[in-house]
């Protein structure tokens, strides 16, 4: 299999972000670089698919390093993409004028990042494998009151949400929930995605609720839930969870 290389320079941030897309898949290489000339180095050495460059780097910027690939008649084709600040205009004009194929503003949303990703790289993200998990979830609209349901599976880019009075597609959630064991206590921004309604279920097996999709989970909190969801798929985490712990938003640090 010939493997998409994918550079990544001076942004562990971002590096752990990628590592728990769809980058984690055995058809991709993350190749990471400290600076700007080690990103010309690697490239003339790996050709890759895509670079990504941190605008600020050390030795040679992002904006400088850009300018070089895209004036070598042999590298120019290598997608490259500036990450920046999208508070300063300035710096957002610098990428531009050093010929990159795009820039990713931070804070990075991370749905846009792997929008932009997929669209240089012409793949698919793969769904991920949803696991059967009742767990009790504190929600609401932001903003908006706090309901207490289910969710009825989850994995790391979402969950479904059983509940009978489903909001409406794209309405921005504030979720908490607690994952078992662990006790760690996951708090995110999420929309919901798609509705099962009473009246129009979209997945019949599936009961009246709604198909929610996360926004701003950490890489902390997305390695504890796959590392729950790899427990109980080996048996390590029992079935029947305890009564729900009812916390409300007032309780809870970093409420929206």
Same mark, same amino acid.
């Given at each position: 299999?010939?493997?998409?290389?994918?550079?990544? /320079?001076?942004?562990?941030?971002?590096?752990?972000?990628?590592?728990?897309?769809?980058?984690?898949?055995?058809?991709?290489?993350?190749?990471?670089?400290?600076?700007?000339?080690?990103?010309?180095?690697?490239?003339?050495? /790996?050709?890759?698919?895509?670079?990504?460059?941190?605008?600020?780097?050390?030795?040679?910027?992002?904006?400088?390093?850009?300018?070089?690939?895209?004036?070598?008649?042999?590298?120019?084709?290598?997608?490259?993409?500036?990450?920046? /600040?999208?508070?300063?205009?300035?710096?957002?004009?610098?990428?531009?004028?050093?010929?990159? $194929?795009?820039?990713?503003?931070?804070?990075?949303?991370?749905?846009?990042?792997?929008?932009?990703?997929?669209?240089?790289?012409?793949?698919?993200?793969?769904?991920?494998?949803?696991?059967?998990?009742?767990?009790?979830?504190?929600?609401? /609209?932001?903003?908006?009151?706090?309901? +207490? +349901?289910?969710?009825?599976?989850?994995?790391?880019?979402?969950?479904?949400?059983?509940?009978?009075?489903?909001?409406?597609?794209?309405?921005?959630?504030?979720?908490?929930?607690?994952?078992?064991?662990?006790?760690?206590?996951?708090?995110?921004?999420?929309?919901?995605?798609?509705?099962?309604?009473?009246?129009?279920?979209?997945?019949?097996?599936?009961?009246?609720?709604?198909?929610?999709?996360?926004?701003?989970?950490?890489?902390?909190?997305?390695?504890?839930?796959? $590392?729950?969801? $790899?427990?109980?798929?080996?048996?390590?985490?029992? $079935? +029947?969870?305890?009564?729900?712990?009812?916390?409300?938003?007032?309780?809870?640090?970093?409420?929206?």
């Amino acid at each position: 299999m010939n493997r998409k290389k994918v550079v990544l /320079a001076d942004d562990v941030e971002l590096f752990l972000m990628l590592e728990n897309t769809f980058f984690n898949r055995e058809e991709f290489e993350l190749i990471t670089a400290r600076g700007g000339r080690e990103v010309l180095k690697v490239i003339r050495e /790996a050709e890759p698919d895509l670079v990504f460059v941190d605008l600020e780097m050390p030795e040679m910027n992002g904006d400088d390093c850009c300018r070089i690939v895209k004036g070598d008649d042999l590298y120019r084709h290598i997608p490259v993409i500036i990450v920046t /600040a999208g508070d300063r205009q300035k710096d957002i004009e610098r990428c531009r004028l050093a010929g990159c $194929n795009d820039v990713v503003l931070k804070p990075i949303d991370i749905h846009a990042f792997m929008d932009t990703s997929r669209k240089f790289l012409q793949v698919r993200e793969r769904s991920a494998q949803r696991f059967a998990v009742r767990l009790p979830i504190i929600y609401g /609209a932001i903003p908006g009151e706090f309901h +207490d +349901d289910y969710s009825v599976d989850l994995n790391t880019e979402g969950m479904f949400l059983a509940t009978e009075h489903p909001l409406t597609a794209e309405t921005l959630l504030y979720m908490e929930f607690i994952l078992p064991v662990s006790e760690r206590v996951v708090r995110c921004k999420a929309k919901v995605a798609w509705v099962n309604s009473p009246e129009s279920r979209r997945k019949a097996e599936l009961p009246v609720g709604m198909g929610v999709q996360f926004l701003d989970l950490t890489p902390d909190d997305m390695d504890a839930i796959r $590392n729950y969801l $790899n427990a109980e798929v080996h048996g390590d985490i029992r $079935n +029947d969870l305890p009564s729900p712990v009812v916390m409300t938003p007032s309780e809870g640090k970093g409420v929206l």
